[in-house]
């Protein structure tokens, strides 16, 4: 290795040598040229370097002595900043990387990767791991060696010492999806705080309904998604609402308020766990459900653009539980003080047209916004005419709708976007996540490169986002600004371009057909049915019980069924 080393440096310039063995840089540290630098690999602090004969560990507390050979050392990240039992990071970093400037020597940080399981203080977000690195300047490193160069690039081009600005509230909007959802359980306290510090220009509320006619914010109608309700007592309320989902659930309509609040518990999402990925598992069950009411409440108070107030089972509601959403809505903004005001916008969404045919109807001061079918790859004109009549957006889809997929592989970029932008719809995109799982393998496993696609690509009005803080770091980036000066790592990547690569070797992935259109049929609707009266025949869910009402013994079988595979699922799981 030696001799092959002194024969390429004749004709190419080689800039750095890393080994971990300190041997074999002592032996050609005298014949490379002056500008090369040798960097010392250190491995597991219990393993030897044969070529001296002592361990890693000894080495690291020998640093003067590395000094004497190379001019660099090179150490796994957990060297610099160790890693609890439970993938969190310790509460301060070690002092190697003072201790190796101290004694003259170039500190570099290995085994950095997109599609990793890195410690959960990252949020899954590889490009703030490096910013821990790089930016701190107790403890920054020199350099760092990367699987994923475009995120290293970026984070050290455009990303590192961003000023801590003012929230500007411009478009795209950041949106956050059930409060921070990615750090948070869905909907609580501590998802909506968190997503209001992390720069969150509107926070959403999906609109539920309690036993006793109690507006909250959930995730799920079925408490069995996003709570401990399985837990406890209530589990024996389960029950099939056939209008809702074919599986038996716990709805929060079988029980009050008081019943949620005061005896369940959150659970924070896990939308990736198929592929074994878990959020944030100190936080699983922390935080507080909210009512409508204190979440208008937080909105008005806080530096917010505004809220957004999702509406759904708009229909089964009304002529089942005898309970207008739509009104009950309107109701609770006004007793909010939101109709008295413009400093804070209200948008409304909602995949039931009804639901804004009415609110149309109504003449609401409230932005109204369409939620599209997923799935679709087009939108035919008739269509677009027809969401026009009641909508002012739409929401799209990004995982299912604006690219042609296959394999995680794009193949092409449908025609959805330029169509709805050019009829004058206000266009927000849909869910946007950190885990590396989540993405197409075209943006490289990292959440900041499909942002920054998007960016570039559409003229979005708003990003929809379980991680606010990764969207408002973005729009704060320092090379997006820079017109034909903007490096290559921060252009928008070239769509489709890895499933040209394996066509090259034929190995490209299955080819894909087009996705259907959206027609004028797909989006027309019945208007809402008439509001059954409460408590009476009618008025409680066709297939199921009233309300906060025992199970009867069918649905208890049911129940116990569901409950029972649902518990085994879980054990294979683990």
């Known amino acids: 290795m030696r001799n092959y080393i002194l024969s390429i440096q004749k004709n190419v310039s080689v800039h750095y040598i890393s080994s971990p063995e300190l041997g074999f840089l002592q032996n050609i540290s005298g014949r490379v040229h002056r500008k090369t630098k040798l960097v010392f690999s250190f491995l597991d602090k219990a393993l030897l370097d044969n070529s001296i004969h002592r361990t890693y560990g000894s080495l690291l507390s020998n640093l003067t002595f590395v000094k004497s050979i190379a001019s660099g050392i090179m150490v796994p990240k957990s060297y610099i900043w160790p890693v609890t039992k439970d993938n969190y990071l310790q509460q301060a970093p070690t002092s190697i990387v003072a201790e190796a400037h101290s004694a003259g020597l170039e500190i570099y940080a290995s085994d950095f990767a997109n599609d990793r399981i890195i410690p959960y203080n990252y949020s899954y977000d590889p490009l703030a791991e490096y910013l821990n690195f790089i930016s701190d300047g107790g403890f920054s490193v020199d350099g760092v060696l990367s699987e994923h160069p475009i995120t290293a690039s970026g984070a050290i081009g455009c990303f590192a010492n961003l000023n801590s600005s003012k929230t500007d509230h411009g478009e795209p909007l950041i949106i956050s999806h059930n409060g921070a959802s990615g750090d948070y359980p869905d909907c609580t306290d501590l998802a909506y705080h968190s997503a209001i510090n992390d720069g969150a220009d509107v926070i959403d509320c999906p609109v539920q309904v309690t036993s006793d006619g109690t507006l909250m914010c959930m995730s799920s109608v079925n408490l069995l998604d996003t709570t401990n309700v399985q837990r406890t007592p209530f589990s024996s309320r389960a029950s099939v609402v056939s209008e809702i989902q074919a599986t038996p659930g716990v709805f929060t309509f079988n029980l009050t308020w008081d019943d949620i609040n005061s005896s369940i518990q959150p659970k924070i999402s896990s939308p990736l766990s198929r592929y074994y990925v878990v959020r944030n598992p100190r936080y699983t069950n922390q935080g507080k459900f909210l009512k409508l009411s204190d979440f208008l409440a937080m909105g008005m108070d806080k530096d917010l653009s505004g809220v957004m107030i999702i509406i759904e089972n708009a229909a089964f509601l009304a002529k089942s539980l005898g309970i207008d959403i739509v009104d009950s809505v309107n109701a609770a903004l006004n007793a909010a003080g939101y109709d008295n005001q413009t400093a804070k916008g209200v948008l409304i969404q909602s995949k039931d047209s009804a639901v804004l045919v009415k609110l149309k109807q109504q003449k609401t001061k409230c932005k109204l916004v369409y939620t599209l079918p997923s799935g679709i790859g087009d939108v035919s004109t008739s269509s677009l005419e027809a969401v026009k009549k009641f909508a002012d957006a739409v929401v799209v889809d990004k995982d299912n709708s604006v690219f042609t997929s296959s394999l995680d592989f794009i193949i092409r970029q449908n025609n959805l976007m330029k169509d709805l932008q050019s009829s004058g719809l206000a266009v927000y995109a849909q869910v946007f996540r950190n885990e590396f799982v989540s993405q197409p ?34 729009k704060k980036n320092t090379c997006t600004g820079l017109g034909n000066d903007m490096p290559n790592y921060m252009q928008a990547v070239p769509i489709g371009a890895l499933d040209q690569l394996l066509q090259k070797f034929k190995a490209q992935p299955p080819s894909m057909p087009p996705m259907p259109t959206l027609n004028a049929s797909d989006v027309v609707e019945t208007p809402l049915p008439p509001v059954a009266p409460r408590n009476e025949p009618g008025g409680s869910p066709r297939g ?15 129940a116990s069924t569901g409950i029972l595979f649902v518990m085994v699922f879980t054990a294979l799981l683990i």
């Open 544 to 558: 199921a019980e009233t309300p906060g009402a025992p199970p009867s013994d069918t649905h208890k079988a049911t």
């Open 441 to 474: 393998l075209d943006f490289f496993s990292d959440e900041t490169v499909e942002i920054n696609y998007y960016f570039q690509s559409f003229n979005l009005s708003g990003i929809i986002t379980d991680f606010p803080k990764t969207v408002r770091r973005y």
